[in-house]
């Protein structure tokens, strides 16, 4: 039995659990909801490696809004024997399953070592007698002895000592309102360090979307707070390490566009009329090739010296004591008080821009104001910790909805422009089909149509984010007279 899950333990954390197994010589799959004792099993043809190859149905649908478009990796791999006792009623009914189980499980991480499995007596319940299940369980506990409900991976991740949880929990948040701005603002760049160096090596060996999107999400962080809370390192480190880390965006930027296109081609052929659909394969082809292209180039730079050497001076820094005494404006300055400041500016720059959009502003202004938005966003997240917790929650919350509507309208307006640029790489190799035309067109027309309802919507979601009651949380937390 081999389960699996996402690199970041998505299904683990829900409670759920997911294995495939050769049982009678067919592949099935294995699902365990969260709070149920029992396996669901699915016949299935292949290992899969993403939510999206397993058949359409009930486990699909129930863990599909948590995997999303993770890849399912292998995290352990359990080979059991057992004596299996079937409890019984009158009629022949079973209302209880006893299992004795022994055997070995292998770590992905260490394919070539097998650790043994402490033996266990497993209880495993059936569907419509969870009454015996939890009074044997108890009977069995008033006796002294203990029945492993669990199921084996608990096992195994115990004799392989990894710890899913502490795997991807967050680094504590040292930050106190009373902190040095220079000392605040350097554990904030380790929160993003980290996550870079965490995403690395699934980025290179691109395994999943999501690996490069989070490792261009901690990079575009820390290039957003070098240069919106200045003054508390030396101008020459600050202007060092951003042109660094833009080169690391402009870098890493190709691939994380054909992803996005790749993610979205099933979405527009879903869209398209029946007969339409196959004709988008030479898009999806096209769009493959660029990908496997782009890649190699991203793994290239991530190779040489200058992305190593500007990483590893970067972590260097950061870990560097600061100088007690220093003319720098804001490094002294406790960063309750200077995050204050900040994020009163990034606020007061969104209301601005916001109201002076109308409904003829070109798309353009929407997309300085979507950045606009993603600064204000991710100074309230560096500086949560100094705030309520609900009160920060609820101006992210109504942030965000704000963000969907123009980061959607900015995707919509972008893809229709590259949706041009890839018929015209096509041409390039050959006549492009009369059927992929037609269904480009229709997927522009639809484009074109999503564009217009989010920038109909556009005047309400801002509205709502500049409501009465959101500004009086901003002006409560950052105003003048708190500062």
């Known amino acids: 039995m081999t389960y699996v899950d996402t690199f970041d333990w998505r299904l683990y954390r829900d409670g759920s659990r997911l ?22 099993r699915l016949p299935i043809d292949r290992q899969p490696d993403f939510v999206w190859d397993l058949p359409e149905g009930t486990i699909r649908g129930q863990i599909e809004s948590s995997v999303e478009m993770r890849r399912l990796l292998p995290v352990a791999e359990v080979f059991l024997q057992g004596t299996v006792w079937n409890v019984i009623d009158r009629r022949q009914k079973i209302l209880l399953t006893f299992v004795l189980e022994c055997g070995t499980a292998v770590n992905p991480i260490d394919p070539e070592r097998k650790l043994r499995l402490p033996a266990a007596l497993r209880v495993i319940p059936v569907k419509g007698y969870g009454d015996v299940y939890r009074k044997t369980l108890a009977a069995i506990e008033r006796e ?33 309102p009373d902190l040095r701005g220079d000392l605040a603002m350097k554990s904030v760049h380790r929160r993003q360090l980290l996550a870079m160096q965490r995403n690395l090596e699934g980025l290179r060996r691109n395994v999943d979307t999501e690996f490069l999107h989070d490792f261009r999400v901690a990079v575009r962080r820390t290039r957003s707070a070098l240069a919106q809370v200045p003054e508390v390192f030396p101008r020459a480190v600050t202007g060092r390490f951003r042109r660094g880390f833009s080169w690391l965006g402009q870098a890493t ?17 879903g869209d398209l009329p029946e007969e339409l659909r196959p ?56 960063i309750g008080e200077l995050a204050g400041e900040r994020i009163r500016r990034a606020h007061r720059r969104v209301i601005k821009q916001g109201k002076s959009i109308k ?14 938005c993603k600064k204000l966003r991710y100074l309230l997240e560096f500086f949560a910790p100094l705030y ?15 963000q969907n509507n123009l980061g959607d309208h900015n995707d919509y307006v972008l893809q229709q422009q590259s949706l041009h640029a ?8 050959g006549p492009v089909p009369e059927a992929t035309r037609r269904a480009v067109q229709e ?8 564009q217009r309802v989010t920038r109909k919507a556009f005047q309400s979601r801002f509205k709502q984010f500049s409501d009465r009651k959101v500004s009086a949380v901003f002006d409560r937390l950052f105003g003048e007279a708190r500062a």
Not at 19 to 40: I, K, M, Y
Not at 282 to 304: A, M
Not at 443 to 450: A, M, S, T
């Open 19 to 40: 294995a495939t197994a050769v049982e009678d010589g067919d592949l099935t799959l294995l699902w365990r909801p969260p709070g149920d004792g029992s396996f669901c």
């Open 144 to 176: 002294g002895a203990k029945a492993d409900s669990s199921c084996p991976l608990e096992l195994a991740l115990e004799i392989f000592d990894r710890r899913p949880l502490a795997e991807v929990a967050k680094p504590a948040h040292d930050l106190k």
């Open 253 to 269: 930027g190709p691939v994380r566009d054909l992803d996005v296109y790749l993610l979205s081609l099933p979405r527009y052929a």
């Open 279 to 334: 004709a988008l394969a030479p898009i999806d082809r096209y769009l493959r090739r660029q990908h496997r292209l782009e890649h190699r180039r991203l793994v290239t730079s991530l190779g040489t010296s200058r992305f190593r050497q500007m990483i590893e001076a970067w972590e260097k820094f950061l870990d560097r004591e600061a100088p007690p005494r220093t003319s720098l404006r804001n490094a002294t300055r406790p």
């Open 359 to 372: 409904d003829g502003s070109p798309p353009q202004r929407l997309h300085r104001l979507r950045i606009e």
């Open 388 to 402: 309520a917790e609900q009160d920060v929650r609820r101006l992210v919350g109504a942030l965000k909805k704000l």
């Open 422 to 429: 890839i018929v015209d790489g096509l041409s390039g190799s």
């Open 443 to 450: 997927v522009l027309r639809q484009l074109e149509e999503r």
